[in-house]
């Protein structure tokens, strides 16, 4: 019960800034029980059956959205998808639990727990293939916090992630001298509170240390203009693009109405959502083939009609659609410029059991590369974002700025009973990007939300949720990089051989 607890309150910290503050609590009662245990095999099995209780809890809800998507799209496979994930989500809960306890053999209990913690998510994120999740990482409430999310630019978010653990262990540390402090007879005996101040001390002292660090970077982070950017956000309901032929219409319809509002507006460059037309666009020129039922000419005349205007506004488009290649096609976003289609980037990670499925007819793009255009924007389409290497990627490739595109309809409706906690966790994801490599970023969603991240993780919603709209806007980036850009994410490999060598030294020990 301690873990199905602690994994409701998880949930509960990821869903806003009203509940944000039980991140730092919410690991505590699981953490307690690992500590009381001993150590040995048995201790082992309990504890990982106790993660696995942790992580079902915890993702059963936070990814519920799905079973929603199920019932408002009247198709079985997300619920098929939510099954999955939970169950190797549950799996690797098991291995957290389990290695927790074996780690805390060798080191304190908020060491132990947040290597493993941190070795947990990087394999996830890492180590699973096409299956690969890395959704949602423990560091994700603290954006609501930007001097604790600061530390990011050193340590990534497996850093952070390392950090509240710990927190959260040393409280257990906390919790469990009391009760111990308290006896059978609950009468606390003379001169046992000292084990339960010392690990509320480091606790306050870790905490304090982290907030002014990251306050000291705040104050010290300069930035200068990159681009000025125009992002189009066209509002089309999920139901509609999903339909071949109506989403073609609706998607030509938007666009008729809004880039006629920014023909006065000085600009670098106009950035529409992820997969606006279901069209297969060629790798060059106005014309190509097509994948999705809809008459050939209408590929070369939406072309020729974005390459218009993108003379008459004077700045390049980037649009999502898709794109032919040998094996396949790309879910990509396009530059559409005098010529047509004149540069894209194909989405290197796919969405496993959507995007990555059997006859999908979707392929990865290979690899992570800059658009040629103004500050040579890293482009991360949809769930990209929640990958710390992808935008480390982009920037060492020679992005300035970042973008995100996405379609998140399939995250909340206008409908209120349709709406996700996903629906604002997405872009949380990109908050982190922005603090790790320093660069100012974009995200640009079908219906939200869109809006502007400076390097200090400053989020500025540039239009409201599921209404059509335009907004310019000046992106911003640090000159030179961060430590997290140079050096990379270490601590989450480290932490994996961490736990793979303790499992490795313990195995005489706990048979």
């Known amino acids: 019960m301690r873990a199905v607890f602690s994994g409701a309150l998880l949930f509960l910290a990821f869903l806003g800034p009203a509940t944000g503050p039980l991140l730092w609590v919410a690991l505590v009662p699981w953490l307690a029980g690992v500590e009381r245990g001993g150590g040995g095999y048995a201790d082992a099995r309990r504890s990982a059956r106790a993660g696995v209780a942790l992580f079902a809890t915890f993702w059963a809800l936070n990814l519920a959205w799905m079973l929603v998507l199920a019932v408002r799209l009247r198709v079985v496979w997300p619920a098929t998808a939510y099954l999955g994930e939970l169950f190797l989500l549950a799996l690797l809960g098991g291995v957290l639990g389990a290695g927790t306890q074996i780690l805390r053999g060798r080191l304190p209990l908020p060491v132990a727990a947040g290597l493993a913690w941190v070795a947990v998510e990087w394999s996830r994120g890492h180590l699973l293939g096409p299956l690969r999740f890395p959704w949602a990482p423990l560091a994700l409430p603290l954006v609501d916090w930007l001097p604790l999310v600061q530390p990011a630019a050193w340590v990534g978010e497996a850093g952070l992630g390392f950090l509240v653990v710990s927190v959260n262990g040393l409280l257990a540390l906390a919790w469990n001298a009391r009760a111990h402090a308290r006896g059978g007879e609950g009468v606390r005996p003379p001169g046992r509170i000292g084990p339960m101040v010392r690990p509320l001390g480091t606790a306050a002292i870790l905490l304090a240390t982290w907030w002014t660090a990251g306050s ?16 189009i956000q066209p509002a089309i309901p999920l139901e509609v693009k999903r339909d071949s032929l109506a989403g073609v219409e609706a998607a030509r319809a938007s666009l008729a109405s809004l880039l006629p509002r920014l023909e006065s507006s000085p600009m670098d460059l106009v950035v529409v959502p992820e997969t606006h037309f279901p069209l297969t666009f060629p ?9 999705t039922g809809v008459p050939e000419p209408s590929v070369a005349e939406i072309s020729t009609w974005l390459a218009e205007w993108s ?14 290649t040998g094996g396949g096609s790309e879910n990509a976003l396009l530059v559409f410029g005098s010529g047509g289609v004149e540069a894209r980037y194909g989405k290197v990670a796919l969405v496993p059991g959507v995007e990555w499925m059997a006859g999908s007819g979707l392929v990865s793009g290979g690899r992570p590369r800059p658009l040629p255009a103004v500050g040579r924007p890293g482009p991360l389409i949809c769930i990209e974002s929640a990958w710390s290497d992808l935008a480390r990627a982009q920037h060492r490739a020679g992005a300035s700025w970042l973008v995100n595109v996405t ?4 995250l909340a409706g206008s409908k209120p009973w349709t709406r996700s906690p996903a629906f604002r966790q997405h872009p949380a994801h990109m908050v982190l990007r922005s603090v790790e490599t320093g660069l100012g970023a974009l995200r640009v969603g079908t219906t939200g939300l869109t809006g502007v991240i400076s390097p200090r993780g400053e989020w500025t919603r540039l239009l409201e949720p599921h209404i059509p709209g335009v907004a310019v806007a000046e992106i911003r980036s640090a000159p030179g990089t961060t430590v997290y850009a140079r050096v990379g994410d270490v601590l989450g490999p480290a932490s994996a051989l961490a736990m793979l060598l303790g499992w490795w030294g313990s195995r005489r020990r706990l048979r």
Do not use: Q, Y
């Open 311 to 324: 003379d008459r506004l004077g700045a390049p488009i980037v649009m999502g659609g898709f794109a032919s």
């Open 216 to 231: 000291l970077r705040i104050r010290s982070t300069d930035t200068v203009r990159v681009a000025t950017v125009a992002a």
């Open 407 to 410: 379609n998140d309809g399939w």
């Open 283 to 291: 790798d060059t020129g106005r014309a190509g083939p097509v994948g």
